[in-house]
Every structure is written in structure tokens, then in C-alpha cells.
């Protein structure tokens, strides 16, 4: 079995509630979209900021080796979720809101949510064994799009 598909085996175990599941499909991506506002936030060194390079441009590099390592489709899945993310970002920027600010009550209304939707599954969250699995959430959610359009990870 590859690792990619002993990972969101694991994953899928602690996520079979359709309320969980539902949680999750909302959740987790905005987890990912909050983590790298929070990131992008963060003031770098002079030399990055005048090349428009923030922490999320830096952390999201070897995020998506790590995807595209695990499966060629779900890296560029997550790809395509990191460009409309940063995206987002700016967009939240061209209108003055405050990234950090934002970023901060969405990821803790999103972990709440993830929370209230392991308590309703009756099982805890996988990344408490093993924090690969906070990886694993967004590969488990483009999966199910990937399936969709009949596309194999």
C-alpha cells in the first residue's frame, strides 16, 4: 500500500460521522488558509519584504514537496488551494483588513469546529498520534473533489 493511501486510511478512520465529515470539508481548508495568513503576517527580514517573499512563501515550499511526495495530483490540488489562499490574502489586504487579526478569530472558530466534530465522532483527532496528519487533512479533503472528477491520487 502506498503512503499516501495508509495515511488517509488512518485519517478516514476518525472521520466517518457525516456531521464530522461535514465539519472537516469546511474546516480544514480554512485551517490551511488561516495557518498561512497567520504565517504571511509575521514581518521578515528587509531583503525578503523588498522581494515580496513572507514566512507562508518560505513554509509553503516544502509543504507542497511534502504533497507532491505523497502523489503528483494531490500536490498540485494543493497547489492550486496554496494560489487561492495567498490570493485571499491579498485580497483581505487590497481591503484593509487585517490579516492577523482575521486569520486569528478563523483559526480558532475552525479548530473549535474541528473539535466539536471529534466529539460528535466519538474519536480524537489523528494528529494527536502523529502530527504528519495535520498534513493529511487537506489531502483527505482534495481527495474527495479528486474522486469526483475521477481523477486518481
Not at 2 to 17: A, F, M
Not at 47 to 59: G, P, S
Amino acid at each position: 500500500m502506498r503512503t499516501i493511501e495508509r495515511l488517509l486510511t488512518q485519517y478516514s478512520e476518525s472521520h466517518q460521522n457525516k456531521a464530522n465529515v461535514a465539519i472537516h470539508a469546511v474546516a480544514v481548508p480554512s485551517i490551511y488558509f488561516v495557518t498561512l495568513g497567520l504565517l504571511y503576517a509575521i514581518p521578515v527580514p528587509e531583503l525578503l519584504a523588498n522581494a515580496n517573499i513572507t514566512w507562508a512563501h518560505l513554509i509553503a515550499l516544502p509543504i507542497l514537496y511534502y504533497y507532491f511526495s505523497l502523489s503528483g495530483p494531490i500536490g498540485a490540488a494543493m497547489t492550486l488551494l496554496t494560489i487561492v489562499c495567498f490570493s485571499a490574502i491579498r485580497l483581505l489586504e487590497f481591503y484593509g483588513v487585517s490579516v492577523w487579526q482575521s486569520c486569528l478569530a478563523l483559526f480558532v472558530i475552525m479548530w473549535a469546529l474541528q473539535f466539536i466534530g471529534h466529539k460528535i465522532e466519538g474519536k480524537k483527532p489523528s494528529f494527536l498520534e502523529d502530527l504528519r496528519f495535520l498534513l493529511v487533512g487537506p489531502a483527505w479533503w482534495w481527495v474527495h473533489w479528486l474522486k469526483r472528477l475521477n481523477i486518481s491520487y
